[in-house]
């Protein structure tokens, strides 16, 4: 059976201070959040994944959005260097959580910035955004950690949405999806599908054609399942709020040791 886990946090007292850039600060409910977290959580397991809570990082609002912490290609982690400096304390328990998971460990450094909803992976290929939060020289790391690997690293203007996986994420068949208001250049990518939501751009694969979504895309999921797809959805409302969507909620570990 391959080795699925997921690295989740759960949401701090601070949540709802979290930083926002391209929307409007809105209420957050502090509590539902937790539920929607736990529920989220729940779903991961109820698929086949292997969850694993690192450390909590209360001082820190947006330490829920795990993904942006760390990239993972086959077993190298490379630890991010966040580009809001508030959320560079949050990578310390994501380094020792995937250190003892048995990966090799690298870190990007001053004056790199990288945060990893910023990276799509497809098999090899690596897209990475390159705007507000991830800059040239963080791109310039990452392709140093992961192409003597076998990865092909292709950088992506993002100016329109916080990450470039806030814009685009891939189904299982390597088909690029994204909302088209936000997505600055869908030539770069071989197959794009345009979806009609935004938060339908958005997807978790969970093996056996099963999408990891937010429920706030229906019209999205009935386009998915119209593909043959089958679409599994939760309630983030909370974590929308605060620019957050499935894919940041979690590290997705893949076979580790294949």
Request: aromatic share 6%; net charge negative; glycine share 8%.
């Amino acid at each position: 059976m391959p080795s699925r886990k997921a690295l989740i946090r759960r949401p701090g007292p601070r949540l709802a201070e979290g930083l926002v850039t391209h929307i409007e600060r809105s209420p957050v409910d502090a509590d539902l959040a937790l539920q929607q977290w736990e529920t989220y959580a729940e779903t991961l397991r109820e698929h086949g994944w292997e969850t694993a809570e690192t450390e909590p990082a209360d001082d820190c609002p947006d330490s829920v959005f795990i993904e942006d912490t760390v990239v993972m290609f086959r077993n190298v982690a490379l630890i991010a260097r966040p580009g809001a400096e508030s959320r560079r304390p949050e990578t310390t328990a994501v380094e020792e959580a995937v250190a003892r998971l048995g990966c090799s460990v690298n870190w990007v450094w001053e004056p790199g910035t990288l945060d990893g909803g910023d990276v799509l992976k497809i098999g090899d290929t690596i897209y990475v955004g390159r705007g507000g939060r991830t800059n040239a020289a963080g791109v310039q790391q990452l392709r140093a950690a992961f192409e003597p690997l076998g990865a092909r690293v292709v950088p992506v203007p993002v100016s329109k949405v916080l990450h470039l996986k806030s814009a685009v994420t891939a189904l299982p068949d390597s088909t690029v999806i994204g909302y088209p208001p936000l997505v600055d250049t869908p030539s770069v990518f071989p197959r794009h599908l345009p979806v009609p939501e935004e938060s339908g751009a958005h997807v978790v694969l969970l093996g056996g054609g099963k999408l990891l979504m937010a429920a706030s895309a229906p019209k999205t999921a009935e386009l998915f399942t119209d593909l043959g797809y089958q679409p599994v959805t939760v309630d983030i409302s909370e974590f929308e709020k605060l620019e957050g969507c499935v894919t940041c909620l979690s590290v997705r570990l893949r076979d580790l040791y294949a």
